[in-house]
């Protein structure tokens, strides 16, 4: 009896085997695209830093001070770094001035640690130019408060607007 069953199990698994497909391969295709970036000329300013002249009494000399301040350019992107004027009224390029209230402290900005080259705005005159590397790059103000009749004590302030012309 036993091989009478084990041969029906058998004929029953060859009876349906047929109905099991064999494994089916995978076709594949294959195809490609293309991918693309444009990059175009571009500087902006990183960071910077407060010109800090510190804390001083009676102004009977020179007083010192540099602040630095980052740019970012494309590599290869000539530009050109301007200064202007500040905000306080009367000021120009040549002599800046720091105001509290209506007393003023005047100042100047070279772009050399020497400070005999006047930092300003007009390009090709008295900017400071370089070339983008594609990475930040690090440029240094110079600033000096020359000896001049001291006004009343008080913090005397001014924003000077950088540019990068590219």
């Known amino acids: ?34 991918s693309t970036i444009t990059v175009q000329s571009n500087c902006q300013v990183v960071s910077s830093n407060t010109l800090n002249f510190g804390t001083q009494g009676v102004l009977t000399a020179n007083t010192d001070a540099s602040a630095s301040f ?19 009224a009367g000021g120009t390029i040549a002599t800046r001035l720091l ?6 402290v005047s100042y100047k ?3 050399n640690a020497a400070r005999t080259t006047n930092w300003g705005n007009t390009v090709g ?6 070339t983008g590397s594609g990475s930040s790059q690090s ?15 008080a913090t005397y302030n001014d924003t000077v607007t950088l540019t990068i012309t590219y």
Do not use: E, H, I, W
């Not at 105001?99 to 003023?104: D, E, I, L």
């Open 139 to 153: 440029l240094t103000v110079y600033g000096r408060v020359p000896a001049q009749a001291t006004p009343a004590a």
């Open 99 to 104: 105001t509290s209230g209506s007393a003023t």
């Open 70 to 88: 980052a740019v970012q350019c494309t590599n290869t992107t000539p530009y050109n770094v301007g200064l202007d004027a500040g905000t306080t």
């Open 1 to 34: 009896m036993r091989k009478t069953a084990s041969l029906c199990v058998l004929r029953a698994l060859l009876a349906v085997s047929p109905l099991v497909a064999p494994s089916a391969q995978a076709n594949t295709s294959a195809g490609t695209f293309g």
């Open 109 to 111: 900005m070279y772009s």
């Open 125 to 130: 005159t008295d900017t400071l130019s370089g």
